[in-house]
């Protein structure tokens, strides 16, 4: 990455425009790269977000305490792009990535977005401490979904876990004349099975309106299990009941439609 960004800096490229998946958006983030419009969903690779960095923003690698800060640092400031930047993408401007947000204000957004006590109310959460709650969020992202957007995607593999903040998502098969497996509302958590049991997506989970969706990824919760297993075992916990309770609904379906049959 470092020769990469010497060799197109020296080439006098200001712009650096990618994508990303939901999950990737922390590392990506660090780096220096932004986020600059709504996310779209690529029949390839599924639902990503657009990035872009800008090269002699020194003032925003520094703040993300980039990797490449003292390269930036050997060029002039483009305090030109940074201007365009921000009068382009105004709504854009704010870091919402827990890792750079500071202490306290990530969690009192979640509070504000689900509720005014989410470690009640949010099943992920229940049973922790603030500070336990404050730790696993380190470095939770938020993006936001519009109507239709794909969250997730039948037999991808992927282990992310995500948290629904705001607004409504539907769970399918493969039908789309089906009615929906599930219905999510704000505060239900989806994805625990590919990080539990590493199978690929069992189904699809769609946003049925404007969505706002927490995300931690699969690897960081491994580690924070590892180095925190006092808190890992009460995430796990939660995990445990959310997917027994969906298994009790699910086995009472099936009863009733055999009962109807």
């Known amino acids: 990455m470092r020769a990469a960004f010497r060799e197109t800096r020296d080439r006098g490229v200001r712009f650096n425009f990618g994508d ?15 986020r600059y419009t709504r996310g779209y969903n690529d029949t390839a690779y ?19 305490r980039s990797p490449l800060a003292r390269l930036a640092d050997e060029a002039p400031d483009d305090e030109g792009a940074r201007a365009w930047f921000e009068a382009t993408y105004p ?11 500071p202490e306290d ?3 009192d957004l979640l509070a504000g977005r689900v509720a005014d006590a989410p470690l009640h109310s949010v099943s992920l959460l229940r049973g922790l401490e603030r500070a336990e709650a404050e730790k696993l969020l380190a470095r939770a992202s938020l993006i936001k979904l519009g109507k239709g957007d794909l969250i997730i995607r039948k037999g991808e593999k992927d282990d ?3 948290l629904l903040l705001s607004g409504i998502a539907e769970v399918t098969l493969d039908d789309p004349d089906a009615p929906p497996v599930a219905i999510i509302g704000a505060g239900d958590t989806f994805g625990e099975i590919g990080f539990l049991t590493s199978v690929p997506r ?5 946003a049925s309106a404007e969505c706002e969706v927490l995300v931690l990824s699969g690897e960081f919760l491994e580690r924070f299990i590892s180095s925190e297993p006092a ?9 445990s009941r959310e997917l027994a ?17």
């Open 105 to 107: 204000v990530f969690f």
């Open 46 to 64: 599924g639902y990503k977000i657009p990035i872009v960095m800008l090269m002699g923003d020194r003032e925003q690698l520094r703040r993300v």
């Open 245 to 261: 309770a969906r298994l009790a609904v699910t086995t009472e379906r099936a009863h009733a439609g055999a009962a109807t049959d």
């Open 160 to 162: 992310t876990i995500y």
């Open 202 to 206: 069992t189904a699809n989970v769609v």
């Open 20 to 34: 990303c998946s939901p999950h990737m958006l922390p590392l990506y983030e660090h780096l220096g790269f932004r």
């Open 91 to 101: 709504d854009y401007v704010g870091l919402e990535s827990a890792a750079f947000m």
């Open 231 to 239: 808190i890992g075992a009460k995430l796990l916990l939660n995990l």
